[in-house]
């Protein structure tokens, strides 16, 4: 059996593992919906809802979209002045979906890599484009955490029972990869070091195989990171719009559960106090390792937004809200993935033209 064989079942099997969790959750979702109210409640919820503020909820998913493919655009035009937008969009979309459907959305780079280079992008600066936007992501989603977190405390620990604990454990984990990304860009030669000693310590303990082979992969990849540390460093400017359209970004996220209170009439909730609900949800999933943290989501959603509405109100939201920020990427994901493997998606065409430097 070839070696491309052997590696193709694992990730058969995983996606098939990945699948049925997505499967299993929606399933579990509705019927917890349905159970925990009954159907003439949740029928009843239904003919409440105002179309304009789910409609508005909706938007704001479809701009969130659009805004992350204009901060990936942003940094990939810098390097490679022939990237068209509608290919960046592509990319961003195959992204939403590989992210959904596995485990703390590793899949997500990897696939979009795959997708730029096949549009002619080269793989240095696909890989180096993914890194500086995962960089800046990461910072701005844990300076937003930690503004949200020092605003609101004493709003929500009033109210919710564990915050403390679960707060501090998702925005640590968050705070956790940011400085681990700080440090490999300030400190490769030690990364390296360090990265080396873990994979030979799990050699010894025969959790891995091949260590040497892995540390060469790994300082790879540390090489093509610290190659995206020095892009941040010498384009400031560039990442400064991307730090802005990532505040944004998050912004627009986080207040789709806000038009969803007002689909359900309640008309008197804080936007900033939605916005902090949804950030402390975030950062509560963060830590949980299933595809579109399943099971943590729900759980953090109905928890934090039962001080804004209660009954069949709540349940309805986090549904629609599920639908909405992780079942509707897949579905849409899906669409652009199919295509592009169908060749469909191959608008831009691999050129001779040399990156801009």
């Excluded at 959750?25 to 009954?38: Q, R, T």
């Excluded at 068209?84 to 979309?93: A, G, K, R, V």
């Excluded at 991307?242 to 009439?265: D, E, K, N, R």
């Excluded at 652009?336 to 040399?354: A, D, L, M």
Aim: net charge positive.
């Amino acid at each position: 059996m070839s070696n491309q064989n052997q590696k193709s079942k694992p990730n058969q099997k995983f996606k098939w593992i990945n699948g049925t969790i997505i499967i299993v959750s929606i399933i579990a979702l509705i019927a917890y919906v349905f159970i925990v109210d009954k159907p003439a409640n949740i029928l009843s919820a239904v003919f409440t809802v105002k179309p304009i503020w789910l409609s508005a909820a909706g938007l704001m998913m479809i701009c969130y979209w659009l805004m992350e493919s204009g901060i990936l655009h942003l940094v990939t035009k810098k390097l490679y002045p022939e990237q068209h937008f509608i290919n960046t969009l592509s990319t961003s979309m195959i992204g939403q979906f590989y992210n959904c459907i596995t485990p703390f959305a590793s899949g997500g780079q990897p696939m979009q890599a795959y997708s730029m280079v096949s549009y002619g992008v080269p793989l240095g600066i696909a890989g180096s484009s993914l890194l500086v936007k995962f960089i800046v992501y990461q910072f701005s989603l844990t300076l937003y955490s930690l503004v949200m977190l020092i605003a609101y405390w004493g709003f929500f620990s009033a109210k919710v029972s564990g915050l403390a604990a679960l707060s501090i454990l998702g925005f640590s984990i968050n705070m956790a990869v940011m400085l681990g990304l700080i440090f490999i860009g300030f400190a490769k030669g030690i990364a390296k070091k360090i990265t080396a000693a873990a994979i030979r310590f799990l050699a010894k303990l025969h959790l891995i195989k091949h260590p040497e082979q892995k540390i060469e992969s790994a300082f790879q990849e540390l090489e093509q990171f610290h190659g995206g540390f020095e892009l941040i460093r010498h384009n400031i400017g560039t990442i400064f719009n991307m730090f802005w359209m990532s505040v944004m970004q998050l912004t627009v996220f986080f207040l789709i559960p806000y038009f969803l209170c007002l689909a359900f009439g309640k008309s008197g909730v804080s936007p900033l106090q939605v916005i902090a609900a949804q950030a402390f949800v975030s950062m509560i999933t963060a830590f949980v390792p299933l595809p579109g943290a399943a099971g943590g989501a729900e759980i953090s959603f109905v928890t934090f937004f039962a001080i804004f509405m209660s009954g069949s109100d709540l349940n309805l939201s986090m549904l629609l809200w599920r639908i909405l920020t992780f079942y509707c990427p897949i579905v849409v994901g899906a669409a652009f993935s199919f295509g592009f493997t169908s060749g469909g998606n191959r608008i831009q065409k691999p050129c001779s033209s040399k990156p801009a430097a």
